[in-house]
């Protein structure tokens, strides 16, 4: 089935609920999910984006705004008649059915039977890959095939949309990594759109076709994870997406003075650079590593005080006059021995990869270039 957008699948339009508490859960939210799309509803505990699920779920009604599903207003219509199923992260198998009925349950319930009945969940099963365990108990099921069931029982009516509350949250992480692979390998073939919420960044990023960034009940940012990882709206965006060293310091229109001692030149003029307070942002994987003997321009030099081996990378802590820098750099099968601690090294960055955000913490532009050479990742380290 294709899974090219052909309009909206659901939206929210101006829509708020409160629960009693000082501040609304959700906040004037304005979203919209298109046909095909994997969308995902991202942010920190108590951001109201379950219960912005919820309500497209038709479990919780909004105080204002509008909920559509398919172009049509669903407001005050109950779950049960929403073209909409819902997958939780407990699975909620039926232990005496077996795989195959608990996949046919919800055919059952809409007097599917016989012949056509088989064919639909025997589909469905392919498409989980869980064809040659139709006949099998839950309880013979590891969690991830678990998952899948239950994957299997939400799509084989073929809703609208698809909403998912941290189905992934129970497996392990090896699985939960390959969960994601499947889910979104199975989404494309069923041409669902599905609306995801998850506290996880790499889950979003991993799967996402668009991402909504929601922080106290409010919705910050909309975008693909590319754009959302590498052009984040807001300071809090760029510190929640991955890792970032958040370095504070202050402009003056022209140039950016940081607390760590490096002096930037500001972004174009009438990006939003002001006089005062402002944060650069670079993440880990941009900092560029040099001994503290080489002629750096624009880097400023520090000493390492953790370095700690994940595998694919290595991360080092400088201290940068009493400011922690964060540094990502590569395993690479050319790489030379890890930097020890106590080294003095330079640590500067290209002007591109400095993001500048003023002191609302939103998003003013990116360094600009000085003319200057920037320094390159070097691989044969003296360092002292």
Known sequence: MSAAAAGAAAELVGVTKRYGGARPAVDG???????????????????????SLRMLGGF???????IRLGGASVDGVPPHKRNVNTVFQSYALFGHLSVADNVGFGLRRRKVRGEEMRRRVDEMLRVVSLAERRGAMPSELSGGQQQRVALARALVNMPELLLLDEPLGALDLKLRRQM???????????????????????????????IAVMNDGKVLQVDTPTTIYNNPASLFVAQFIGSTNALEGSGDGATVQLACGARLVAPAPGTGVADGPLTACVRPEKVILSPAGDDAPGAVTGTVVE????????????????????????????????????S?????????????????????????????????????????
């Open 29 to 51: 939210v304005d979203l919209r999910i298109e046909e095909g799309e994997f969308f995902s509803i991202l942010g920190p505990s108590g951001c109201g984006k379950t219960t």
């Open 60 to 66: 919780v009604r909004p105080d204002e705004g509008e």
């Open 180 to 210: 994601q692979v499947e889910l979104k390998q199975i989404q494309r073939e069923v041409g669902i759109a599905f609306a995801y919420v998850t506290h996880d960044q790499e889950e979003a990023l991993t799967m996402s076709d668009r």
């Open 307 to 342: 370095s700690v081996y994940v595998g694919s990378g290595t991360t080092y802590k400088v201290d940068v006059n009493a400011t922690s820098i964060e540094v990502l750099e590569a395993n690479d099968s050319g790489a030379a021995a890890a930097i020890p601690v106590g």
């Open 344 to 384: 003095r090294v330079r640590v500067g960055w290209r002007p591109e990869d400095c993001l500048i955000f003023d002191g609302n913490g939103k998003a003013a532009g990116r360094c600009a270039e000085d003319g200057t050479k920037v320094p390159q990742p070097t691989r044969s380290r003296n360092w002292i």
